[in-house]
């Protein structure tokens, strides 16, 4: 299963754009590109997928490079409710009958 | 909708007692899965199912059993438990297929540990 990469921790302020990065630079073309959030004490929890153009909902936005080698999960407006882990995992339907394995993610905190 | 039901939420075991953790879900879903998640990791896969009466295993299957007889039941079985086994387990579930609405939906989490 190709990897990601995420940085351990990241912090921002309350009402502030936050930018969460990763990298997953032996993705395939099939691969489609996924975050989770796990709020504390609480399951995972979608927040948005793609394959290869930027998506948006009322969540997020995540913004996919050209070679697909990166992705960046986009909350436009930091609340203290977005502090979480955040996962982001490679998806292929195809080939395992589309297992999400969880990385260590990006602990983002929020301050007010 | 319920979406996905965990029982019980905590659990305390001996060494070498049986159990069943109980999940279920009431959207169809033909995928669902069990996770475990240890303190400060993220969630490894026990055991998966594509449909009723398929079952397979996923990264850390060792010490447990599993059956899905039934599109909404998916009970995760602990023979015989042993203290490594203390963890908070999370069963997901999830239409199977791309280019269909693929989210996965989890529970809220049996914590259990082992004594």
């Known amino acids: 299963d190709a990897k990601t990469t995420q940085p351990n921790s990241m912090e921002s302020n309350e009402e502030e754009p936050v930018h969460l990065p990763c990298n997953h630079s032996?993705?395939?073309?099939?691969?489609?590109i996924h975050w989770y959030r796990q709020l504390p004490s609480q399951g995972p929890e979608y927040v948005i997928h793609?394959?290869?153009s930027n998506v948006n909902n009322r969540m997020a936005s995540l913004a996919i490079a050209e070679d697909r080698k990166s992705s960046t999960l986009i909350l436009h407006r930091a609340t203290l409710r977005d502090a979480a882990v955040y996962y982001c995992?490679?998806?292929?339907?195809?080939?395992?009958?589309?297992?999400?394995?969880f990385g260590k993610g990006t602990k983002l905190s929020v301050k007010p | 909708n319920a979406g996905v039901t965990q029982t019980p939420k905590f659990q305390v075991l001996k060494t070498g007692q049986s159990m069943t953790l109980q999940c279920a879900q009431d959207?169809?879903?033909?995928?669902m899965s069990w996770y475990r998640q240890d303190p400060g990791m993220g969630l490894r896969l026990i055991h998966y199912?594509?449909?009723?009466?398929?079952?397979d295993q996923g990264e850390v299957p060792n010490g447990y059993n599993v059956s899905r007889s039934t599109t909404e039941d998916f009970p995760l079985r602990l023979l015989s438990a042993a203290p490594s086994q203390t963890s908070v387990y999370f069963c997901?579930?999830?239409?199977?297929?791309?280019?269909?609405?693929?989210?996965?939906?989890f529970g809220q989490g049996t914590r259990l540990t082992v004594v």
């Open positions: 997901a579930s999830r239409l199977r297929g791309q280019g269909r609405k693929t989210e996965a939906f």
């Open positions: 032996t993705i395939s073309g099939t691969d489609y």
């Open positions: 793609g394959l290869t």
């Open positions: 995992i490679l998806l292929n339907y195809g080939g395992s009958q589309g297992n999400l394995i």
């Open positions: 959207m169809n879903h033909e995928y």
């Open positions: 199912s594509v449909g009723a009466g398929i079952t």
